[in-house]
């Protein structure tokens, strides 16, 4: 509880920083330092809104931390979060951005920050941005901007790379790269698919387009959900016994609906296993200890859209 009540507070710093209301989409901030840090920034870190719906006033919110090592040249990310409609902000505090909570007792004041050490802003510029509207800080001031699905959504980032590129056309020849994990496991192929498409049909600005990475992806819950048992089964997690048992009772598709009682014991026996399974892998893994610590008393689904970072797949376009 503590985690989350001392993120809540640092959003609350940096809504009345970033009020939507009173920043233009020409309007770029350049933040030198945050709240509850020591020093400055490890490296420019920009903020600002684009305009992706001019009917409804829509605008797309972003972070753009610049690379430690050479942003002239080094790769530039475009980092979109789950959930579906998760914050931006979860990516740059506790995955893969420069700065991260310091883990202590929350004692009501402000949160205490400091340098991540294994931030990927070591060797790549990352533009985080909260999409869809209505996420983090993207708004529309009509409510019918905040009706967008997958495709419109994903139109809409669309629309969002060639204007941001247009105004930062420094970064058009870095390599490009767009990844996203969880819900954005969706999103992020198609997204990938339409700059591709335009940069074919010779659309500027044409951006250095290199490949995509999504991480613990949805990408349909057939695929999902159905093929659970069978990798668990392939990978060593659970016996031969409990994976035929499964099929015998279950069938090899609609876990979530059990057909019989046999089945259901079957199915929560292989939750038990996966999750014990889990646990012993992270006590096991040096870097994740500690944040497994942190994150097993909550729920399985926090820990792995937080922890499975490691699991990347890497497409090369």
Same mark, same amino acid.
């Given at each position: 509880?503590?985690?989350?009540?001392?993120?809540?507070?640092?959003?609350?710093?940096?809504?009345?920083?970033? /009020?939507?209301?009173?920043? *233009?989409?020409?309007?770029? &901030?350049?933040?030198?330092?945050?709240?509850?840090?020591? #020093?400055?920034?490890?490296?420019?870190?920009?903020?600002?809104?684009?305009?992706?719906?001019?009917?409804?006033?829509?605008?797309?919110?972003?972070?753009?931390?610049?690379?430690?090592?050479? =942003?002239?040249?080094?790769?530039?990310?475009?980092?979109?979060?789950? #959930?579906?409609?998760?914050?931006?902000?979860?990516?740059?505090?506790?995955?893969?951005?420069?700065?991260?909570?310091?883990?202590?007792?929350?004692?009501?004041?402000?949160?205490?920050?400091?340098?991540? =050490?294994? &931030?990927?802003?070591?060797?790549?510029?990352?533009?985080?941005?909260?999409?869809?509207?209505?996420?983090?800080?993207?708004?529309?001031?009509?409510?019918?901007? +905040?009706?967008?699905? /997958?495709?419109?959504?994903?139109?809409?980032?669309?629309?969002?790379?060639?204007?941001?590129?247009?105004?930062?056309?420094?970064?058009?020849?870095?390599?490009?790269?767009?990844?996203?994990? *969880?819900?954005?496991?969706?999103?992020? =192929?198609?997204?990938?698919?339409?700059?591709?498409?335009?940069?074919?049909?010779?659309?500027?600005?044409?951006?250095?387009?290199?490949?995509?990475?999504?991480?613990?992806?949805?990408? #349909?819950?057939?695929?999902? +959900?159905?093929?659970?048992?069978?990798?668990?089964?392939?990978?060593?997690?659970?016996?031969?016994?409990?994976?035929?048992?499964?099929?015998?009772?279950? #069938?090899?598709?609609? +876990?979530?609906?059990?057909?019989?009682?046999?089945?259901?014991?079957?199915?929560?026996?292989?939750?038990?296993?996966?999750?014990?399974?889990?646990?012993?892998?992270?006590?096991?893994?040096?870097?994740?200890?500690?944040?497994?610590?942190?994150? %097993?008393?909550?729920? %399985?689904?926090?820990?792995?859209?937080?922890?499975?970072?490691?699991?990347?797949? %890497?497409?090369?376009?």
């Amino acid at each position: 509880m503590s985690v989350r009540l001392a993120f809540l507070l640092l959003c609350c710093c940096l809504l009345a920083a970033a /009020d939507p209301l009173r920043v *233009s989409t020409a309007d770029r &901030t350049n933040v030198a330092s945050l709240p509850g840090l020591d #020093g400055a920034l490890p490296s420019c870190l920009e903020t600002g809104y684009v305009t992706v719906d001019e009917d409804n006033g829509a605008e797309l919110f972003y972070y753009f931390v610049e690379s430690e090592g050479n =942003p002239a040249s080094d790769p530039v990310l475009l980092w979109i979060n789950g #959930g579906h409609r998760c914050s931006v902000l979860s990516a740059l505090f506790f995955e893969i951005g420069p700065v991260q909570f310091v883990r202590e007792p929350y004692d009501g004041g402000l949160p205490r920050l400091q340098y991540h =050490p294994y &931030t990927w802003t070591k060797v790549a510029s990352i533009l985080f941005v909260d999409s869809p509207v209505g996420a983090g800080f993207s708004f529309s001031r009509d409510p019918n901007g +905040y009706d967008v699905g /997958d495709v419109s959504s994903t139109l809409q980032l669309t629309k969002f790379v060639n204007k941001w590129f247009s105004e930062h056309p420094e970064f058009l020849a870095n390599p490009f790269y767009v990844g996203g994990e *969880s819900y954005a496991g969706k999103l992020v =192929p198609f997204l990938v698919q339409k700059i591709s498409e335009d940069i074919e049909a010779g659309i500027k600005p044409a951006v250095n387009l290199k490949g995509y990475l999504v991480g613990n992806p949805s990408t #349909g819950e057939s695929i999902d +959900y159905d093929t659970k048992v069978p990798y668990a089964h392939g990978v060593g997690i659970i016996s031969d016994q409990l994976y035929e048992t499964i099929l015998e009772h279950c #069938g090899r598709e609609g +876990y979530f609906n059990p057909k019989n009682a046999i089945c259901s014991h079957a199915l929560n026996r292989f939750s038990d296993v996966s999750r014990l399974k889990l646990i012993l892998c992270f006590e096991n893994y040096a870097p994740l200890q500690e944040l497994s610590q942190l994150l %097993l008393p909550h729920s %399985l689904e926090t820990c792995l859209s937080t922890v499975l970072l490691q699991c990347y797949t %890497l497409f090369l376009v």
